[in-house]
């Protein structure tokens, strides 16, 4: 079973995402609105997926790695969600 931490990993990676698509810039305060989190939580799991290679936490974006994790996360979860209609 998956920590509270590696949920609220996936699901900042899958904001950051959200953020590009939308052409808006992510912010550890804007991150932390969103995700229902204090925005220290975010700065520090930035900092821990940094040193994975999946977000470049001084510009609070995905790197490549983390872009291709992100969108078969998206992706998955579509086909959840139409899985679950059928």
Known sequence: MKTNEEKLGWRLL???????????HATPELLSTWL???ETRVQELLVRLDAQGLVDGSRCRLSMQGLVLAVSLHGAQKLSMHSIAA
């Open 36 to 38: 229902g989190v204090q």
């Open 14 to 24: 899958e904001a950051l995402y959200e953020a590009g698509r939308a052409d808006t």
